[in-house]
Nanobody, 122 residues
Framework: QVQLVESGGGWVQPGGSLRLSCTAS????????MGWYRQAPGKQRELVAT???????NYAISVKGRFAVSRDNAKNAVHLQMNNLKPNDTAVYYC????????????????WGQGTQVTVGS
């Protein structure tokens, strides 16, 4: 059983900053990739930013230069620092992890948090 628990969402004015955090717990052997997706009302879930175990990152074009994803491997945690937030960043943000639950090559899966609301408005 694996759980991802997010924190740090809320309301902020345009141009403001928020920091999201997510911690994975349960039966975890190793985490391959960890990061954030978001879903705005009426839209599909989209990638925001991820960071893999080798330190490589992947960002949506719309957030490059404003958001930064980091990981604390010792704590199985991922953070998203969001700066210069814009109204179209408003969405539910979901923590994501691709991980192995044991040493077997087949023992991997994708896991999601419950989501945290980020609202950017005046």
């Amino acid at each position: 059983q694996v759980q991802l628990v997010e924190s740090g969402g809320g309301w902020v004015q345009p141009g403001g900053s928020l920091r999201l955090s997510c911690t994975a717990s349960g039966t975890i052997f190793s985490i391959v990739d960890m990061g954030w997706y978001r879903q705005a009302p009426g839209k599909q879930r989209e990638l925001v930013a991820t960071r893999n175990s080798g330190g490589g990152t992947n960002y949506a074009i719309s957030v490059k230069g404003r958001f930064a994803v980091s990981r604390d491997n010792a704590k199985n945690a991922v953070h998203l620092q969001m700066n210069n937030l814009k109204p179209n960043d408003t969405a539910v943000y979901y923590c994501y992890a691709r991980l192995y639950t044991d040493h077997r090559p087949t023992a991997w899966g994708d896991y999601w948090g419950q989501g945290t609301q980020v609202t950017v408005g005046s």
